[in-house]
């Protein structure tokens, strides 16, 4: 019982950010409204990430993003390796969060810093229903090179995920046909791709 007094303790000590960030943690959205109406607040970071990013990295579900944007979060920042958030929404293949997202004015089609779109995430990752999302909400096909792995249905292929290939096939057009690579000169002899 001792124990257990000092974590109670340091529990009720916390400060509202503290509770903010333990209730996306714990993907609590009742525990995000909690702590946005004791004070937290939905822009100062956590960590070194905005309170969205957090949300939406650790899936915390649609009540909790629904709670940062109603509580001021912004839709322009970036998450984790200078990803989108509709990117880090489509990885998490949490299609609910992307609709709050898009309502709030979030960019579909946002890309990263190497120039990924969230089509590719979510192709990339299995996550059907978030790629039949983007495709039904305008996110733009791009290029769909079934023998390139940087294409979103190359990597769906690639990665083994025939649901969402088979959805890719029926929705965009693709090319069978490789990309032909950089020639002599190009600083890429004897590299794979």
């Known amino acids: 019982m001792r124990f257990l007094l000092p974590c109670l303790v340091l529990v009720a000590c916390a400060s509202p950010q503290e509770k903010l960030a333990r209730a996306l943690d714990e993907r609590d959205g009742a525990g995000v409204r909690a702590a946005l109406a004791a004070g937290a607040s939905a822009t100062e970071r ?23 944007l ?5 839709i322009r920042g970036r998450c984790r390796g200078g990803s989108s958030l509709m990117s880090v929404a489509a990885a998490a293949g949490n299609v609910a969060a992307a609709q709050l997202l898009r309502e709030a004015g979030a960019d579909i089609d946002a890309t990263n810093h190497l120039g990924e779109r969230p089509l590719l995430a979510a192709a990339c990752l299995g996550h059907r229903d978030m790629v039949g999302w983007l495709l039904d909400s305008g996110h733009p096909p791009g290029r769909n090179q079934r023998l390139d792995p940087t294409t979103p249905i190359g990597c769906a292929y690639f990665r083994g995920h025939p649901p969402v290939t088979e959805l890719l096939e029926e929705r965009v057009e693709v090319s069978e046909d490789p990309i032909p690579m950089p020639g002599g000169g190009g600083g890429h002899e004897g590299h794979m791709h």
């Open 70 to 74: 109603e509580a001021g979060a912004g």
């Open 46 to 68: 956590i960590g070194r990430l905005s309170p969205l990013c957090v949300a939406l990295e650790a899936n915390a579900g649609a009540e909790a993003v629904e709670a940062l």
